[in-house]
């Protein structure tokens, strides 16, 4: 059917079609709603990605493990990539063997981590890192010792050492601490959160040292949590030191 009332035009005698007042409040709905708008197309800035690559570091990190080291734009890759973690039960070196990773970010570090036999001891390392900055104590259960650090020039880290019985090579003392090292540590990257980037340093050193355990061949049943603890900000600390 067909609406007569919007064909017929008006007539003068019709009386006045009435407007709806304007209230005080419409001009702070439309304030709202353009600032929704505007902020929505500032947090969602289409130009701006994030590469990561599949896996890292023999193969045990993936983009979920690097994503909270990352800043809102740019790439990630791994500078040389090995398939296992080396150990001294490896034919080369078998007297001081350690091995590392390192991921890339644009001109900075993302990401670096270092696995290494404690020839020199758990105390004597953390007497080291002590001369370097604040450490809190990280607890990993009691198969682990660990603490996180903030290093006077190479920032906050995390280090992760697991009671482990593997082979010692020949020449080293008997009465070596059967443990074996994680260390991980980063650049400060642009946009990067720095308490979510702790957080991921205590993460990755967890899942660096399960894999670690299973290629140091430790004959003795290992000790990890199911979750890494939280990490404090040591970064007060430091700029009151």
Known sequence: MV??????????????????????????????????????????????????????????????????????????????????????????????????????????????????????????DRSVAAGRGPLAPLDFGPGAVAWTGNERYSGPNVRLYVRCDFVTPPGRPADTAPYFGVKVSGGEVPGASAARTRQAYADIALKIARTAAAEYGCSNQVQLPAEAPTVPDLSKEQAHG
């Open 3 to 124: 609406d007569v009332a919007h064909i017929i035009p008006r007539s003068p005698d019709d009386p006045p079609r009435r407007r709806l007042p304007v209230k005080p409040w419409h001009g702070a709905v439309a304030a709202v709603v353009a600032a929704a708008v505007a902020g929505g197309l500032w947090a969602w800035k289409p130009w701006q990605s994030v590469e990561l690559p599949a896996s890292a570091c023999w193969t045990v990190l993936g983009p979920a493990d690097l994503r909270p080291l990352a800043g809102p734009d740019g790439k990630a890759y791994e500078s040389r990539s090995f398939a296992r973690i080396a150990t001294p039960a490896g034919p080369d070196e078998a007297l001081i063997r350690s091995d590392s990773c390192t991921v890339h970010w644009d001109k900075h570090d993302l990401l670096h981590v270092s696995v290494r036999p404690a020839y020199d001891g758990v105390d004597a």
